[in-house]
């Protein structure tokens, strides 16, 4: 079934969540009311409506990389199956759905739960089902619900036979389907050569009816160099070791019916992938199924970098437009002005992720005056976060003052998802027009 031909229930049940001013970003003293009445408060962010720091998204950048990428996978030839895990928002997940996504990708059989939950009705489980509770949770919601599709990942035969004793002991009345995971030195999870590769494809083959082999797939995001094009060459090598494995895998019959699945993962060189994979030559349908999930809000500095070398690459992307545009800010107030070139920020670690890298400042406003954000100007920097606040090193000159605002973008976008319960969505003057619950 396709995933957006029967997207259910409807997200009635998110937009009554009940939300007061327990929930980090809400006004003290705001009694309980629900979610999805939030835009009727008609708050606005620049008129301190609202708490600071806050996380918000920006609706119109959103609404442009969901139809951006959408028409990237279509003149690819690919399909998309992003991952989820960058927001675990449902709602968001719908929208990239009705926006032609062929399924959403997880990682844990919680994350596989709740898209479910919400009317997805195809899901990738892009790691190794492992663990009683994770097997029998995800083999209950094929057995309760026909028309969900879960596809997981195997990549040792220890794996498959835990997985094929546990349909033989409760069958579920249809196969579970598998893609072989390939991976390589240094890397995470996946068959490290082809003799380990080639005997998991054997095992699932010889377990069937309870499991079958869709294709084949792999995780290229932590290639690593000492220049983004040097790590797009690890990259170009291990997307032709997943081709040759394909070829293998066909070559012996290991295949189930119906199109060759090839998928990979990243958000940084998604280009790369959909090139490989429409050359892999295999006398199968292939279907090429790219999860990256980050485009969705991009960000200000890492992946901003990434879709820089990517144009570069593959300089066919323009004729789609303006590429990918930040959605993600987390505003905060200047609260000091200690030394002539420091100011101290509300907004920390437990506000703004960093795995990508520290913040980057953006805009900065002063509350009371008219027109809109500026652009805050070289030299503001920031230097570091303490548990709830900002270290920002700024000119001497700096007009920035204490009650001052001032937006960050962020470097990967994952890890500031899951710092937040509720994300206000604004249009571009900060009024706030809906707001999304988070299941991290």
């Known amino acids: 079934m396709s995933p957006d031909s029967a997207l259910r229930p409807p997200l009635e049940d998110l937009a009554a969540f009940v939300i007061d001013d327990q929930v980090k970003g809400i006004p003290a003293g705001t009694p309980p009311f ?35 990428m959408a028409r990237f996978v279509a003149a690819a030839g690919a399909v998309l199956a992003p991952h989820g895990k960058t927001t675990m928002v449902p709602a968001l997940f719908r929208e990239q759905v009705e926006h032609g996504a062929w399924a959403i990708t997880v990682a844990t059989v919680h ?11 195809r899901v990738l489980l892009a790691n190794q089902l492992v663990g009683r509770q994770a097997i029998r949770g995800v083999l209950d919601m094929l057995r309760d619900d026909p028309g969900f599709e879960l596809l997981a990942l195997a990549d040792s035969v220890a794996g498959v036979e835990q997985l094929a004793a546990a349909l033989r002991a409760a069958p579920i009345g249809r196969p579970l389907p598998l893609l072989l995971e390939i991976g390589y030195a240094g890397g995470r999870t996946g068959a490290r050569d082809a003799a380990t590769a080639l005997a998991v494809a054997r095992a699932i ?3 069937e009816p309870f499991l079958v082999l869709r294709g084949v797939e792999g995780f290229e995001g932590l290639a690593a160099g000492k220049s983004i094009a040097e790590a797009a060459d690890q990259v170009r090598t291990f997307l032709d070791s997943l081709v040759a494995m394909a070829a293998a895998v066909e070559q ?56 820089a070398e990517l144009r570069g690459r593959t300089p066919g992307v323009d004729a ?12 905060a107030y200047v609260q000091s002005r200690p030394e002539p070139r420091k100011a101290i920020l509300t907004m920390g670690q437990r506000d703004v992720g960093v795995s990508g890298g520290l913040p980057v400042p953006i805009l900065c406003y002063r509350p009371g005056t008219a027109g809109a954000p500026q652009a805050i100007g070289d030299g ?51 009024t706030i027009v809906a707001a999304h619950r988070t299941f991290f």
């Open 34 to 68: 629900p979610l999805g009445a939030i835009a009727a408060r008609g708050w606005n962010v620049l008129a301190e409506d609202m708490p600071l720091p806050l996380a918000v998204l920006k609706r119109s950048a959103l609404d442009h990389n969901l139809d951006w």
């Open 252 to 307: 012996g019959g290991l295949f189930a019916a119906g199109p060759v699945i090839l998928s990979a993962g990243g958000s940084a060189f998604y280009d790369l992938v959909v090139d490989r994979f429409r050359r892999a030559g295999l006398h199968r349908e292939v279907l090429l199924v790219s999860r990256s999930g980050c485009y969705i809000t991009h960000d200000s500095a890492m992946y901003r970098n990434f879709f």
């Open 205 to 207: 083959k010889a377990a």
């Open 111 to 121: 994350q596989a739960g709740i898209a479910r939950r919400y009317g997805i009705r």
């Open 380 to 430: 503001h920097v920031v230097t570091g976060l303490n548990d709830q606040h900002c270290h920002l090193t700024v000119p001497e000159a700096s007009p920035l003052a204490v009650g001052d605002m001032v937006a960050f973008g962020v470097s990967h976008p994952c890890v500031t998802f899951d710092k937040w319960q509720v994300l206000p969505v604004v249009d571009d003057r900060y």
């Open 320 to 331: 789609l437009g303006p590429g990918p545009r930040p959605a993600l800010e987390v505003w």
